[in-house]
């Protein structure tokens, strides 16, 4: 390949480094804070292949003059990556939207206020924990979760108390989410989650693609070097 075509390779590897961040949106914070913590995962990559390249060309190295400058190169681009400011500012937007989202469900449980009220809620997780067969149990909180009394009965106490599995928990919070968001804050939130796994997952990548091409694996042996010019 030619320049052109190295240094154009060379993006496209770097835009798989959270892939989807150029469609997030622009007029949320969260997301803003998101894609510039990308944004500077890739720049960091991109900044130590380009030093690595520059030193395996440089004629005054050694071959290991030119490994321990790559290692050099690699240690400080990983420091980098994980001190990075523009990340922490992006989790605590993140963590401060999700808080508030959680906030809007949490309202809708309510624990017992009195002894009425406690003893409705032990009948209401006795009759799911006697309840033997999946089929019905997954048929009477589909069936009553939806009202909040119910929900605030099995979710203010511990789910032994009424046999809960982790699929059933999961019916009964998808249910109180509904009950306290509308479908559009449900389905910012879950972008919002999934754009944040790519942050995470960007960064792990981040590393591997310094950590590749400074003639590293997991296992610590030789990788072919990738092309990558310099600009």
Known sequence: MNDKADKEFAELALKTIAPWAESWPDDL???????????????????????????????NLSLKGKEEQRRKIEIEAIAKLDASSKRAKARESYDAVMAKWGNMVASILKPAKDHNEAVMHAQIRDRLFNLKDQRERMLWLERNVGDPVAASALLTAPAFLSGLSDVELALVRSKVEALALTPEIIEAKAATMKAWEQVEAGRRAAHHKINERAGLTNSGSPVREATVKAS
């Open 29 to 59: 914070l969260h997301f803003q804070l998101m894609k510039a913590a990308v944004m500077e995962d890739r720049e960091t990559v991109r900044k130590a292949l380009t030093a690595m390249v520059k030193a395996d060309g440089d004629p």
